[in-house]
């Protein structure tokens, strides 16, 4: 019985010590802004047979650096080419289309901000007059890259474009996709850095413990038992 004890115990420890720490977010930032130069609506949201697009081409715009580079205004040249085969839901109090893949570029002579980006999701309000493109899963990789910046090596990244102004309003066209339209635009890019905290097991690590400790103490109750009757 000592020895099983003695086992369980053992077992229970390296239990203890096997708990995996917390990753906690302690650094969220956001780097860098942009707003379009001019009044035109430089965005061009397109509609096929296969789906939506997505276009600015070379659009003047203001890129505003808050972090990891010299802050400050720079004049700059933006291009993005996205796409999308997955149908628009009307959820209710707004529109959805997931799927969203394609790059967007910063440009002036170097290459200020380029940005890949997979699966992201438009959402448009219920009146279709504006709407916005973003990316927060962390299963969905972003890639940054640029001469200007000097980003870190972000566990998670995210940015948030803003469509305001949409012409003519978005509505659902009758293949299931989403109808044309031009619109101004404005957005933002951010990434998180993650460190390991105070040890906080899973879940499964969870019922590993307590199975742990109704072990031990069933060992436990069965040697007082075998004490008391002994005496």
Known sequence: MKTMTHVAGAALASLLIAVPALAIDID????AQFTQQSSTKVAQYGLSAIGNTLTIDQAPAFLVAT???PPGVYNSVLSITASSSAPVVNTGPQFEQTGWDGQMSFTSGISQLTVAFTN???NFDANGGSGSL???DPFNMIGYTSSLFTLPDFDFRNFSLAFTGITPPFTIAANGFGSAFDANTAGSFAGSAFIEGNAVPEPETWAMLLLGFGAVGTI???RTGAVTVAA
Do not use: C, Q
């Open 120 to 122: 992201a999701t438009f």
């Open 67 to 69: 972090e990891y580079a």
């Open 28 to 31: 969220s930032v956001t780097f």
């Open 134 to 136: 973003i990316s927060t």
């Open 220 to 222: 436990a109750r069965r």
